[in-house]
């Protein structure tokens, strides 16, 4: 890194969990429900209401446990983080402190030099969420649907050494969570939030300098980042002698910069306690086992079962692995094609993973992709068994988008497909060379770049729809012929 210095970074990962009801009491998470709809004693902490643990909390974080090879503790108990703030009605947090569910976990990440790095895992730990301040022109205000909604808290060792590792790793948890469907995982709504810790020491050194800390970052982009600014900044304080103060920085995205906004809290303000209320959470073995079995195909497996099962390149694998739903969306589709062959399935590939995706980040609104998968599947067979040529597919499948419409309904009310008949293109061909008999001669003559304009002839008067491998022989053929017998 930076001259002589080297940044140690561990991250702060919170996963909103994706259950029916909160973390201790039965109101339902709805994060599309109206303003402070969704709150009961419990969760608004009366005195002398009584909190009972979600079971499928609890298992989520389990889940999530075992696919990054981390301990299941037998028992964890839960304790009260205390400390005042608007959006904690309760003043205090119920949160896993002393023992938590999981520990020592890893996880493998693709380094930027094409190897693979192992980052530890501290811990897996539950909590519940706080209320959602919105700032307001009048003011602060505050929705209590979010009160006590199930969070996981996954933190890393500090073993990432630059910006990009930051942003991969948040991104590889994004997946395994989705993958795992315990979280939608969506940063831009904050059910996935990301909290780092950076400090930048000299190489050799065996201890870190000073820790700060950055929040507020609601992207892996704006995670690599403010991480690269941050150890920037420690970087130039260290090469001037100065010290580095703990702190704890906001990004503002808008700005492009990093806000400081107190001096970091220390464990001991706040006066963390067990949960009376709480009994310990034991997990026996055979929940795990009941889990472990019934754990979902996770990113990695997927990758290799998906390049192995369609023929695919390791790139393309990937590719259509990154998004759970994208992968899902190739296989429908794939079960659907009318032949099952590796040509297929790449075209297949190659119309998802461009077209289609490309579609999807251009629509505005909706999370859906915007083509169902059995009409794609029926699209690229026809660009297989060449009916469709790929410039004509292309405009189909513009229509598919436009008008929710079939390709099937599109082709038979358009006159659209491909001409593969080679009489019929041997005829547009040779018409098409009678019109200019002196750029055929000028062609026998020497003139080779002609052969491009005769192409394009061709294809304007079959308005795209002639069959280019097609074309591109038969009027070789009748060149030759003409050469031949002028
Ligand atoms: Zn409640």
């Keep these: 890194m930076q001259g002589s210095f080297e940044a140690l970074i561990g991250l702060e990962i919170h996963v909103q969990l994706r259950t029916a009801t909160k973390a201790f009491c039965s109101c339902p998470v709805d994060s599309t429900a109206p303003p402070n709809t969704l709150t009961c004693p419990v969760c608004l902490g009366h ?18 446990g075992l696919a990054v090879g981390a301990s299941v503790n037998p028992v964890s108990t839960f304790s009260r983080k205390n400390y005042f703030y608007p959006d904690l009605p309760k003043g205090y947090q119920i949160t896993q402190f002393h023992d938590p569910l999981c520990s020592d976990g890893r996880l493998d990440i693709e380094s930027v030099d094409g ?37 996981l808290e996954l933190v890393t060792e500090p073993d990432l050494r630059t910006a990009t590792e930051a942003r991969i790793t948040l991104t590889s948890i994004r997946q395994l969570v989705t993958y795992l469907g315990i979280s939608d995982g969506e940063m831009e709504t904050g059910s996935l939030r990301c909290d ?24 892996p982009h704006n ?76 990113p990695a497996a997927r990758r290799e079962r998906i390049m192995d099962r369609y023929h695919l390149s390791a790139y393309d694998a990937r590719v259509l692995t990154a998004e759970r739903s994208l992968a899902d969306y190739y296989e429908q589709a794939a079960s659907h094609l009318g032949r099952k062959t590796p040509e297929a399935f790449r075209t297949l590939c190659h119309w998802t993973t461009r077209e289609l995706l490309h579609a999807f980040k251009e629509q505005s609104t909706g999370r859906d992709y915007p083509v169902p998968p059995d009409h794609l599947a029926f699209l690229v067979d026809r660009i297989v068994d060449s009916t469709l040529t790929a410039r004509t597919a292309a405009k189909v499948f513009l229509e598919m988008i436009r008008e929710h419409a079939h390709p099937g309904d599109i082709l038979d009310r358009n006159d659209m497909v491909q001409i593969s008949h080679p009489e019929r293109i041997a005829a547009i061909v040779a018409t098409v060379l009678d019109r200019h008999p002196d750029l055929v001669e000028k062609y026998l003559s020497g003139k080779a770049s002609l052969r491009g304009f005769f192409i394009g002839e061709i294809m304007k008067a079959t308005k795209g729809r002639a069959n280019p491998l097609l074309v591109a022989q038969i009027l070789e053929e009748k060149l030759e012929k003409r050469r031949a017998h002028p």
Aim: glycine share 4%; charged share 25%; net charge negative.
């Design 196 to 219: 780092a810790n950076v400090s930048v020491r000299r190489c050799g050194d065996a201890v870190p300098s000073t820790w700060t800390e950055l929040k507020n970052m609601n992207s």
């Design 223 to 298: 995670v690599e980042t403010a991480v690269a600014c941050e150890i920037e900044r420690q970087v130039s304080l260290l090469r001037q002698s100065m010290v580095i103060q703990p702190q704890t920085f906001s990004w503002d995205d808008a700005a492009d910069r990093l806000v400081p906004m107190r001096s970091k809290d220390t464990t001991s303000e706040y006066r963390y306690f067990p949960d009376p209320d709480l009994p310990p959470v034991e997990i026996s073995p055979a929940l795990i086992e009941s889990l472990k079995a019934t754990q979902p195909e996770l």
């Design 115 to 151: 190897g693979t790095r192992t980052i530890r895992i501290s811990r897996i730990h539950l909590e519940e969420d706080a209320a959602k301040s919105i700032h307001a022109k009048n003011g602060v205000l505050l929705d209590l649907n979010r009160c006590g909604v199930p969070l």
């Design 47 to 64: 005195p002398g209401t009584l909190p009972v643990a979600n079971r499928t909390m609890i298992e989520h974080a389990v889940r999530l």
